[in-house]
């Protein structure tokens, strides 16, 4: 059940992708981004509970970066700014590497450039947990290492001091 769930929303994803990517002809909107996030949840939960020997962490270092970006936001948000963890605003790392990294003739061309260092991220991420998944002493330092990583390069992205790995180039 957990691996064909997994491939139908694979699919749906690749689908999606596929004919929205590069040119954003629709949109999957906050019900469909809600509905992919309680999917991959609920498929991490499952994972583990039916199989005891995966660690918990390796779900956690798949997902890490949606779920510390919203940890991050919550804080940043609340105890930063002072403001409601429910008010949107423009600080979300993915809309600081669109505005300020990816440059771009029209928008819809700096739109689909910001994808590709997503899935950077997302590799990088699922190599190792794929490699650890029943480590989870490796799995924990590998979060912690990503939730360091994240930090270093959101404050660096908000103050106009981007690391060079990161830059785009301008065309």
């Not at 999917?39 to 660690?55: D, F, G, H, K, Y």
């Not at 990088?124 to 029943?134: E, G, K, Q, V």
Request: glycine share 8%.
């Amino acid at each position: 059940l957990v691996f064909q769930s997994a491939l139908a929303l694979a699919g749906a994803l690749l689908g999606f992708m596929l004919w929205n990517w590069p040119g954003g002809r629709i949109f999957l909107g906050d019900g469909g981004a809600y509905l992919v996030g309680f999917m991959l949840a609920e498929l991490a939960v499952l994972l583990v509970v039916r199989n005891p020997t995966v660690s918990p962490w390796f779900p956690l270092l798949l997902l890490a970066y949606p779920v510390f970006e919203t940890f991050f936001s919550i804080y940043r948000k609340k105890f930063v700014r002072g403001q409601s963890p429910g008010h949107p605003d423009g600080l979300h790392f993915h809309m600081l590497v669109f505005k300020r990294l990816v440059r771009g003739r029209s928008m819809e061309k700096r739109n689909s450039r910001v994808a590709p260092y997503f899935w950077a991220i997302s590799v990088a991420l699922a190599l190792p947990a794929t490699r650890f998944w029943d480590d989870t002493p490796a799995l924990m330092v590998l979060v912690v290492l990503f939730c360091v990583f994240y930090v270093f390069s959101y404050s660096r992205i908000v103050h106009l001091r981007v690391p060079a790995f990161i830059k785009a180039r301008t065309s």
